[in-house]
C-alpha cells in the first residue's frame, strides 16, 4: 500500500511517526533548552495578558525569569551552528538576555514599572518569538519536530 501514497500522504506519515523524537534524541541539553523556551513562551503570554501586581504575577515573573536565564545560559553550550569559532550571533543574543532579563525583572521589584514592562515586553518578542522563529529553519532540530524530515 505504500507505493499507492502521494508525496503528501507520505510526507503526512513521516510526520506523524516522528513527532517529538528528533527532540528528545538532540540530548538533554538541546532538549531542556526547547522545553524552557517552549514554558516561556506560554507563560510569558499569561503574563503579559493577565493581570499586573499581584502575588501570582510576581511569582510566575520569577518562574519566567528561571526560564528564560535557563534558556538562554543552555544555549552557550549548544554549538549546532558555528560562525565565530564555536559561537553564533544567537550567543550574542543570549549573553544580552542573560543581561537583561534579572534588570528588567528588578526593575519591577523597584516599582520602576514602565522600564519592567518595556524590558520584558522586549524580551518576550525579540528573545523568545523572534529567536525562537529562527529554530524553524531547515536542519534544525524544531524544523524537524513541526514539519518532519527533509
Known sequence: MAALETGAESRERLVMSQGWSPLWNAGWLIASHAVAAML??????????GPKGSQAHRALGWLWVALMLWTAGGSLWIHTMRAFGPFSAIHA?????????????????????ARH????IMLYLLALLLAGLFTLAPGRVMHRVVFGAG
Open 40 to 49: 516561556a513562551v506560554v507563560l510569558g503570554l499569561v503574563q503579559l495578558l
Open 93 to 113: 543574543l543570549s549573553l544580552i538576555v542573560l543581561a537583561t532579563t534579572p534588570l528588567a525583572a528588578l526593575h519591577g521589584r523597584a516599582g520602576r514599572v
Open 117 to 120: 514592562r518595556t524590558g520584558m
